[in-house]
């Protein structure tokens, strides 16, 4: 059974840092891509940073400078190490995972992970 578990989230200062975790497990094969999303009250979900299995990464340009994607040594440990940290990056985080193709170009949107956490909750206050 494939599973993917995050943890870390919480309430932190704007200014502060968390460190979120995602556990993959039940997977056969290794996957391609996975990636963090957010989704804050009344808005859509939208994608973070991804990181494929050769460690390339994607950030959105929200983030980018401030959070830093990585995999632990082993490859079912995925990271988002978060700074600088705003109200808005207020929402619940989520982690993903895909098997889409790897292709030159190519970023995996929300529509290519067919796996996803349950979630962790990061607050940040002003």
């Known amino acids: 059974q494939v599973q993917l578990v995050e943890s870390g989230g919480g309430s932190v200062q704007a200014g502060g840092s968390l460190r979120l975790s995602c556990v993959a497990s039940?997977?056969?094969?290794?996957?391609?891509?996975m990636g963090w999303f957010r989704q804050a009250p009344g808005k859509e979900r939208e994608r973070v940073a991804i990181?494929?299995?050769?460690?390339?990464?994607t950030y959105a340009g929200s983030v980018k400078g401030r959070f830093t994607i990585s995999k632990g040594s082993a490859q079912n440990l995925l990271y988002l190490q978060m700074n600088s940290l705003k109200p808005e990056d207020t929402a619940m985080y989520y982690c993903?995972?895909?098997?889409?193709?790897?292709?030159?170009?190519?970023?995996?949107?929300?529509?290519?992970?067919?796996?996803w956490g349950q979630g962790t909750q990061v607050t940040v206050s002003s």
């Open positions: 993903a995972a895909s098997y889409a193709p790897r292709l030159v170009d190519f970023i995996p949107s929300e529509g290519h992970f067919g796996y």
């Open positions: 039940g997977f056969t094969y290794r996957t391609n891509y």
């Open positions: 990181i494929d299995s050769y460690g390339s990464t």
